[in-house]
């Protein structure tokens, strides 16, 4: 990094099996985060190997990405290739039917096949490189297979440990091998987020009609809310609030536990282990935010698609030399 | 002195001088093979033609997938070759991408192109990695004259600041033998043409033109040789050596022609000796040469940087006086983005003279191509947006009877560059676990 430079906003890392509606809702509020400039969303996985569902993904990446001048790539979803694909939820094919006034599409589905999609471990490696040092953090909304088999990859862990300055669990289910994995060999912070969370916080589904009509009549994910939930009622809202907390850990949102140590029982539910040298932690509710919290989701989601900025070392300068190199080419 | 029956596959035609003349591979260099059985025996060479500042990619890659239909306009020339030649999809250069060093993708996809390592950002202190052709010419290359060779066509400045910080070292070369050491590409068609027939040190002006007022040609110099080869051999193995040493004298004439043109032109023109001012020309020489080398087993290992990352070339023989690194930031600007395409496919019409040279020689039943892998590719895909996924990459050949040409297949996004390279190794008999950034082999190329 440059001297007297600051590093970018964090980078956000989010994997999830995508069944439910919440994870959407984390996305979108993440991408909210980076209109904000209070992270950027550098990519998105799923450990479930359904291309219905990843088409949806993407195009709801497409649409946070924002007008086609954005600077930045629309990065591609990894997806892993083993396993069931799993039930798509119909939420997620029914905004394909929209159509505009003319007839067309309003939304493209733009994968068709799995060369559509990126190996998972192959694209964490590529975009953790591209983060700054303890600049990146990881939200996982689902089973831990993709961060467990990340955790055997070649040069994962240093990389790892280099460039992620926490791991945020939303209600830690599935895969009971592949969690206990990432809580025994993740090399960094872990923060859980329980159901217990859910039951406390909510998305407001009545902001569907009002906030994100409001905004944009088109937003890919009102539409999966409206066909998931007709009568628009809340969501509760685990990894949304992983998402919220992760991209701004000290706003005070929630109460953080002290350090200890994660287990997951053979049942599935996660254990917490006070240990004064422990690098785990969990979240719980402060009643006295639960309504900023909604508010805030609500104001994050439905914000328009905001335009990247740029960000690189001495990006002026050296877009200057560029020019200046350019003028000298012409030359004959 | 040529005396026995069975000619060792490693014989040259020797004489007066520093002449030392490789054959081609002869039927008499091995009788007890059935002809139907060479494909398989014969070397497999591999050989990278590098072009630079990416590509308009609607013209590049068709809207498909399998088996060839139409070929997208860029890759036209290669029509009459389609049958050989694989178009590979979504590989990706992670290295060449910024990865928090700022400006200066041309230096970086050019450096780390056959290193996968992300070169140090520095003018002074140079660090890359070694390169997987060098990697493949230190096992393989022992077995032939040259273990590879490295070729260009335009700039080999090794000093300077050839990208926004970056070395000209890691936009003029393609090839490193370690992490600081890059191997110079050789531009002089003359200088080329020395090191293959000659002792391999070059020669001063005032030299070279005492040779050439005493001689007419290389080939008179292995008369006697290439005499008593003759009458060791069938009708057919006769017919190949004549056609291969037609082809050494065709290049010996189109040097000559390029050094009377040269003095005619400018004769303080800033180029090395032997480079004629042609574009195709200059490519046609270098590249029959590289033929030859093949043919001859001089080498099984090439690199070809056609022009240098970065280029601003103009290409006045296609009406295009703008230079074409320029011309690639084009902001999508119809006329400039026209000008592009044209020079993508000029670049890929020399390259297709150089396939119809390589399937017009036979090898056993095979052709010359078939046992190669002859990569024509680029380290940037869009030269307007700088991306370094989705890489244009073509491989010419069937490497030896494995790959199965006549399609596009395309890997899934993000798939490492590096992976095609663990592949390519595995065919030159070299095999690693992993090189660069790859993540495994690059499948579905021997699938059809």
Redesign the interface.
Not at chain 2, 97 to 103: E, I, N, Q, S, V
Not at chain 2, 410 to 416: D, F, G, I, N
């Given at each position: 990094m440059q001297f007297g430079r600051g590093k970018p906003s964090a980078g956000a890392f989010f994997d999830s099996d995508f069944t439910t509606l919440d994870s959407v809702l984390a996305v979108a509020v993440l991408y909210g985060m980076q209109g904000k400039n209070d992270c950027r969303m550098a990519m998105i996985s799923t450990s479930r190997p359904d291309l219905a569902t990843v088409g949806y993904v993407d195009t709801v990446e497409r649409y946070y990405h924002g007008p086609g001048r954005n600077f930045a790539q629309v990065p591609p979803v990894a997806m892993r290739t083993e396993g069931k694909p799993g039930v798509t939820p119909k939420a997620f094919i029914t905004p394909f039917d929209k159509k505009k006034p003319d007839g067309t599409s309003v939304y493209t589905n733009q994968v068709k096949s799995v060369i559509d999609t990126a190996d998972p471990n192959t694209m964490f490696r590529n975009y953790l490189q591209a983060q700054y040092a303890q600049n990146g953090f990881f939200v996982l909304a689902g089973p831990g297979t993709n961060l467990a088999n990340l955790l055997e990859f070649r040069g994962a862990k240093e990389l790892i440990t280099a460039k992620i300055k926490y791991l945020v669990i939303a209600q830690a289910s599935g895969d009971v091998a592949a969690m206990r994995k990432v809580l025994a060999d993740w090399p960094t912070s872990i923060v859980s987020v329980g159901p217990e969370i859910g039951a406390a916080i909510e998305f407001p589904g009545a902001s569907i009609d009002k906030e994100f009509l409001a905004a944009n009549p088109d937003n890919p994910v009102a539409d999966a809310y409206r066909a998931w939930d007709p009568k628009l009622g809340n969501t509760p809202a685990v990894a949304t609030a992983a998402a919220l907390y992760a991209g701004r850990p000290k706003e005070g949102y929630f109460k953080l536990s002290g350090p200890g140590t994660l287990t997951m029982r053979d049942d599935g539910k996660i254990e917490f282990n006070a240990t004064a040298n422990g690098r785990h932690q969990y979240l719980s509710v402060d009643p006295s935010q639960t309504e900023k919290i909604a508010k805030t989701f609500v104001e994050l989601a439905s914000a328009k698609p905001v335009i990247r900025l740029r960000f690189r070392p001495d990006a002026a300068m050296e877009e200057k030399k560029d020019d200046k190199e350019e003028k000298k080419d012409e030359k004959p | 002195m040529i005396t026995r029956k069975t000619l060792p596959r490693r014989t040259f035609l020797r004489g007066l001088g520093s002449a030392a003349i490789g054959l081609p591979f002869l039927d008499v260099m091995a009788p007890a093979l059935a002809s139907s059985t060479i494909p398989g025996k014969a070397p497999v060479r591999m050989a990278f033609f590098y072009v630079p500042n990416g590509m308009i990619m609607d013209a590049w890659n068709p809207d498909y997938?399998g088996k060839f239909q139409e070929l997208p306009r860029s890759l036209k020339p290669l029509e009459p070759y389609k049958d050989d030649i694989i178009q590979l999809?979504?590989l990706?250069h992670?290295t060449g991408?910024?990865?928090?060093?700022?400006?200066g993708d041309h230096g970086r996809c050019s450096g780390s192109y056959l290193t996968g390592i992300?070169v140090k950002k520095s003018l002074v202190e140079i660090k890359n990695g070694v390169s997987f052709d060098q990697i493949v010419a230190n096992e393989v290359g022992k077995q032939t004259r040259f273990p590879s060779l490295e070729l260009g066509m335009e700039d080999a400045r090794q000093a300077g600041d050839c990208?926004?910080g970056y070395s000209c070292a890691y936009t003029n070369n393609l090839s490193w033998r370690s992490e600081t050491q890059p191997l110079p590409p050789i531009l002089d068609p003359r200088a080329l043409f020395e090191r293959m027939f000659g002792t391999g040190l070059p020669m001063t002006p005032a030299e070279r033109a005492r040779q050439t007022r005493y001689r007419r040609s290389i080939l008179d110099f292995v008369t006697d040789d290439t005499r008593k080869l003759e009458s060791n051999l069938g009708p057919t193995d006769r017919r190949k050596l004549d056609e291969y040493l037609s082809s050494i004298r065709e290049v010996e004439r189109q040097i000559e022609r390029a050094e009377k043109d040269n003095k005619q032109i400018d004769p303080k023109m800033d180029k090395p000796y032997g480079v004629p001012a042609d574009f195709a020309e200059h490519f046609r020489m270098m590249s029959n040469m590289i033929a030859i080398a093949f043919q001859a087993d001089q080498t099984r290992i090439v690199t070809f940087l056609m022009t240098r990352e970065?280029s601003?070339r103009?290409y006045r023989e296609l009406g295009i006086?703008?230079?074409h690194?320029?011309l690639t930031?084009h902001r999508n600007q119809p006329e400039l983005m026209e000008k592009v395409r044209k020079i993508n496919e000029y670049h890929v019409r020399q390259f297709a003279s150089f396939i119809e040279k390589m399937k017009s020689t036979k090898e056993g039943d095979a052709t010359l191509l078939d046992n190669s892998m002859i990569v024509y590719g680029a380290g940037l895909q869009d030269g307007n947006?700088h991306?370094h996924?989705d890489l244009p990459t073509i491989i010419a050949g069937k490497g030896g009877n494995y790959i199965k040409t006549g399609r596009r297949i395309?890997?899934?996004?993000?798939?490492?560059m590096c992976n095609l390279f663990v592949t390519m190794m595995d065919r030159m008999g070299v095999h690693v676990e992993?090189f660069g950034?790859s993540?495994g082999r690059l499948q579905g190329l021997d699938l059809a």
């Open positions: - | 997938v999809g979504n990706t992670n991408r910024a990865l928090l060093d700022g400006a992300q990208d926004s970065g601003s103009p006086p703008d230079g690194h320029p930031h947006a991306l996924e395309v890997a899934r996004k993000e798939t490492p992993n950034d993540t």
